[in-house]
């Protein structure tokens, strides 16, 4: 399924200071401008998750991108625990809306589209990088210059929680290391 602009907000259409939390659903990408806040019944509230002690984000970024583009967040997710667990969604203050993507390949085309959740293997780790998962992030509540940080959460099928400090990087910038 290929990115629709659709997503995309308005100018001077900015989401409220409070985090906002989307579950990205396949498929629901097409005519989100304005929907998604509200998490599906049975799923983890981020409010009400606690922190994790087996679930960690580290190496943290965010390619800042001129607006209205969405700008993209990167990660990596490490899981020290004995069962696989899901990641099912990301929220930040510095953003309105937060979605979780994956970029694949087809017949020589890049192709974008939100996933569901993100299956991180018991005792292992999982990348978000470029061409990879990543994080959509929509509707900045301000300006994130290169260089600053931005706080963002992750929340998980089994209701527990793990925090990154991201930091803002230039829109040319392939890996956490090049500046």
């Known amino acids: 399924m290929a990115f629709s602009g659709a997503a995309l907000a308005a100018p001077g259409q900015q989401g409220a200071a409070a985090p906002a939390v989307l579950l990205a659903q396949a498929g629901h990408d097409q005519g989100m401008a304005g929907h998604g806040h509200k998490m599906p019944a049975g799923a983890p509230d981020m409010a009400h998750a606690k922190v994790s002690t087996t679930l960690a ?23 020290t625990g004995g069962t696989q667990v899901r990641l099912q969604s990301v929220a930040s203050a510095g953003y309105g809306m937060v979605m979780l993507h994956q970029t694949t390949q087809q ?66 910038t392939q890996s956490p290391m090049s500046h």
Not at 57 to 79: D, E, L, Q, T
Not at 107 to 117: K, Y
């Open 57 to 79: 984000v580290s190496a943290c970024w965010i390619r800042s991108m001129p607006a209205p583009a969405p700008s993209a967040g990167y990660f990596v997710v490490k899981n």
């Open 107 to 172: 017949e020589g085309m890049s192709r974008m589209s939100a996933t569901h959740d993100v299956a991180i293997p018991a005792g292992g780790q999982l990348e978000f990088k470029p061409g990879g998962y990543h994080a959509m992030l929509e509707k900045p509540a301000q300006a994130h210059p290169v260089g600053s940080k931005v706080a963002m959460d992750f929340l998980f099928d089994n209701g527990e929680k793990a925090s990154a400090e991201c930091e803002v990087k230039a829109a040319n």
